[in-house]
């Protein structure tokens, strides 16, 4: 089983900055099968980023990802106030299970 | 527009069965998977499974062997997710999500199912 490990487990910020967001696994993931989500209290999660870089269809320009092997990173350029969330990174390697990690808490400072 | 539309919460009593539903719209059902991803409280998400639409066809979490059955009823774009003796560890949000390609590109909205005694 293919372990992601999160970092940080808590980001804050202020609105304006950029937020970097690092996805590190135990094995190497194709970059097909990496895809960043966004959730909200209370809310499903919501598809970001797929494909480690490609933007799921209505998400701002602002959200970007990058990476490969085993190193991946959802970056925010200029963080809104509705961005402040959970995020996650999950993979599909080359046999199941899929798996997440355990999350990064994206706060407002 | 595509949308997943789960039943309603649940409450049930350790070692009793819980089944989910997840009724899909806005697009050809058979051309998609569903997965289930479940959210125990205050925690993260955690893949139990998927089920091909077209064909049936399903692999579950090793964890949950056994316990877990995926179905899907064709003729009214239905996906559904059976959990059986439950525990108290059980208690989670419970998702469905469409799959393609291992992606979970649209989400239901979450059904909450509470195991107590």
């Known amino acids: 089983e293919i372990v992601l490990t999160q970092s940080p487990g808590t980001l804050s910020l202020s609105p304006g900055e950029r937020a970097t967001l690092s996805c590190r696994a135990s094995q190497s993931v194709s970059s097909s099968y990496l895809a960043w989500y966004q959730q909200k209290p209370g809310q499903a999660p919501r598809l970001l980023i797929y494909?480690?870089?490609s933007r799921a269809t209505g998400i701002p320009d602002r959200f970007s990802g990058s990476g490969s092997g085993t190193d991946f990173t959802l970056t925010i350029s200029r963080l809104e106030p509705e961005d402040f969330a959970v995020y996650y990174c999950q993979q599909y390697g080359s046999s199941l299970p899929v798996t997440f990690g355990q999350g990064t808490k994206l706060e407002i400072k | 527009q595509v949308q997943l539309v789960q039943s309603g919460a649940e409450v049930k009593k350790p070692g009793a069965s819980v089944k989910v539903s997840c009724k899909a719209s806005?697009?050809?059902?058979?051309?998609?998977?569903i997965s289930w991803v479940r959210q125990a409280p205050g925690q993260g998400l955690e893949w139990m499974g998927w089920i091909s639409a077209y064909n049936g066809n399903t692999n579950y979490a090793q964890k949950l062997q056994g316990r877990v059955t995926m179905t899907t009823d064709t003729s009214t774009s239905t996906a559904y997710m059976e959990l059986r003796s439950l525990r108290s560890d059980d208690t989670a949000v419970y998702y469905c999500?469409?799959?393609?390609?291992?992606?979970?590109?649209?989400w239901g909205q979450g059904t909450t199912v509470t195991v107590s005694s």
């Open positions: 999500a469409r799959v393609t390609y291992a992606i979970f590109d649209v």
């Open positions: 806005g697009y050809t059902f058979t051309s998609y998977g």
């Open positions: 494909g480690a870089s």
